[in-house]
T-cell receptor
């Protein structure tokens, strides 16, 4: 699986959009980009995933660049409950076992 | 759906004792994963099963660790004998082929 690079930490004001970047310059054509988050003392939680097109769900939006070498997770209106470590992971769907390899992630702190 | 259920949620044990962690995957899921999380090493994949068969246990740290999946609704991770360096949060996760991985809330292990 391709490796990802994320900033170690970032702050965001409550109510504002949080834009979390991720670099995956060695991603291959069939690898998906997945985002998970882990709130303190809880298990990792799935947020969203995508291949080429931008994706949106009730939690977030995922913007993938045209060359697919980077992506941005957008939390449109951050709340205090969004404080968590956010993980960007690339995964080959042909890996039928579907295992995820986690990096260090980005610690996001949402402040009042 | 009850989600992935792990037990115990917290355990404190003395060095040398046997520890057994339990996991009930989401009903219908056919892949099961055991992860370990520490401050130093982050989230590490220990072992994963597909249709109750261990596929890759290369992440298991040493012979003191063993995992079983006797049926589709139950798995155990055993440490015998336990050591202080085994103190960590152990997560179980499951998925159905081609879909998202869902994590349990973790078992917090402290070996003194």
């Amino acid at each position: 699986d391709a490796k990802t690079t994320q900033p170690p930490s970032m702050d965001c004001a409550e109510g504002r959009a949080a834009n979390l970047p991720c670099n995956h310059s060695t991603i291959s054509g069939n690898e998906y980009v997945y985002w998970y988050r882990q709130i303190h003392s809880q298990g990792p939680q799935y947020i969203i995933h995508g291949l080429k097109n931008n994706e949106t769900n009730e939690m977030a939006s995922l913007i993938i660049t045209e060359d697919r070498k980077s992506s941005t997770l957008i939390l449109p209106h951050a709340t205090l409950r969004d404080t968590a470590v956010y993980y960007c992971i690339v995964r080959d769907p042909t890996d039928s076992w579907g295992k995820l390899q986690f990096g260090a992630g980005t610690q996001v702190v949402v402040t009042p | 759906d009850a989600g992935v259920i792990q037990s115990p949620r917290h355990e404190v044990t003395e060095m040398g004792q046997e520890v057994t962690l339990r996991c009930k995957p989401i009903s219908g899921h056919n892949s099961l994963f055991w992860y370990r999380q520490t401050m130093m090493r982050g989230l590490e994949l220990l072992i994963y099963f597909n249709n109750n068969v261990p596929i890759d246990d290369s992440g298991m740290p040493e012979d003191r660790f063993s995992a079983k999946m006797p049926n589709a609704s139950f798995s155990t991770l055993k440490i015998q004998p336990s050591e202080p360096r085994d103190s960590a949060v152990y997560f179980c996760a499951s998925r159905i082929a081609g879909n998202t991985i869902y994590f349990g809330e973790g078992s917090w292990l402290t070996v003194v």
